[in-house]
């Protein structure tokens, strides 16, 4: 069985999607293993920074893309029903073993989802909040259910804030790994983040555990910096932290505009060689 690892914090601009698509992509190229990237993010930025916005665009046509799946969660619809399989883009970048799930814009709709919750409570006989948890108990689990079995890590990258995929997706994992930067901001998202897992664990609704927290470097050292990550560690411990960071880079940067990760695009430069390192760290922590 593979591992689902989510990769979130609940601050924006903390290097999520960039985690994500580089190490999976440095376990699939370079360890040869098996990788699959979900897209739970409106913003989509996990699937254009892996192809295209023309093949995305042909995705959403076909209604291949995340979306179909969530929505046939809690919806019959058997004139599109797609299985997960359907969905999956192969080899994404060429890189054998590194599959997708591309994200959509509008991953659900809330009224058509609440609706639904609210006739099920009703005919049930249970109330709405039971209903809800169960949908954000199974939504994620669900999906992911028929092919964990067929990668060794499952990658789920997610948007900022607190949503319902955002539980379910911590729901249906095994491990989690927190992106920061060394800044005031990033600390209270781990901590609005940690409170959430702390009240589902519990609630015995989910039992990941974390694996790291992985800093994003600001360009240059500060007190402000220093001061951040010395608290982290407190607060988690040494052990929590991972050694490598992730330098301000260019390389990275420019990698967007080419729909690839940067350990593709220029494997020498700084920031890819960093993502190689902590790609090996990351597997030692999980042996």
Known sequence: MGHVISIVNMKGGVGKT???VNLGTSLAKDHGMRVLIVDLDTQINA???LIPPVQFTKC????????????QAFQSDSLSFLTVK???IPNICQVKGLDLIPGNIELYNDFLLATQIYRQANSHQQDFEKGWNH??????KRIMQP?????DWILLDFPPGDNLLTRSGIIASDFYLIPAKPEPLSVVGMGILEGRIRRLKQSDRATLNLLGIVFSSLGHATTMARKV??????DFGDDKVFITEIPTNVAIAKAVDEFQPVVLTEPTSTGA???TELTKEFLQRMA
């Open 273 to 275: 060689k960093a993502f």
């Open 18 to 20: 960039t985690l994500t």
């Open 86 to 88: 359907d969905v999956i």
């Open 229 to 234: 990550k010395k608290r982290v560690r407190s």
């Open 47 to 49: 699937t254009l920074s």
């Open 135 to 140: 949908l954000e108990d199974a939504l994620v």
């Open 60 to 71: 959403r046509k076909q209604k291949r893309t995340l979306q179909q799946l969530v929505n």
């Open 147 to 151: 092919i964990v079995s067929n990668y």
